[in-house]
C-alpha cells in the first residue's frame, strides 16, 4: 500500500524559510509526477508546484521565484522549498503522488503557519 507521509511544516514568521519533505513507500514503481497541493481554511485545495518524473518542475504564480520542488527518484522522496514567507501562505500543505491516472495518492497533510 502507498503511503505519503509529509514533514518539516510548523509555525514561522513572515520572511522566513521552510522546507518540506514528502516521504513515499509501499511500491517499487516510479511515480510519474509528485506535486504538492494547499488547503487554506475556506479555501478550495490549490496546486502549488509539481515534478514531474524527469525533473520538469511546474508552479503556481503564488509560488513561482520564492518556492522551489525537487524529488529524489532514488529515495522516493520530494521536496519544498519555501522562501520568503507570507501570511497568504498559511495552509495545510500536502503530498500528492501518481503512477498513472487510476493509481493517485495523497499524504495526511501538514500544517504551515505563517505569523505577520
Known amino acids: 500500500q502507498v503511503q505519503l507521509v509529509e514533514s518539516g511544516g510548523g509555525l514561522v514568521q513572515a520572511g522566513d524559510s521552510l522546507r518540506l519533505s514528502c516521504a513515499a513507500s509501499?511500491?517499487?514503481?516510479?511515480?510519474?509526477?509528485m506535486a504538492w497541493y494547499r488547503q487554506a481554511p475556506g479555501k478550495q485545495r490549490e496546486l502549488v508546484a509539481a515534478?514531474?518524473?524527469?525533473?520538469?518542475?511546474r508552479y503556481a504564480d503564488s509560488g513561482k521565484g520564492r518556492f522551489s520542488i525537487s524529488r529524489d527518484i532514488t529515495r522516493k522522496t520530494m521536496y519544498l522549498q519555501m522562501n520568503n514567507l507570507e501570511p497568504d501562505d498559511t495552509a495545510v500543505y500536502y503530498c500528492?503522488?501518481?503512477?498513472?491516472?487510476?493509481?493517485?495518492?495523497w499524504g495526511q497533510g501538514i500544517q504551515v503557519t505563517v505569523s505577520s
Open positions: 515534478v514531474y518524473s524527469n525533473g520538469t518542475p
Open positions: 500528492n503522488a501518481k503512477i498513472d491516472p487510476s493509481r493517485v495518492y
Open positions: 509501499g511500491t517499487t514503481l516510479l511515480f510519474q509526477v
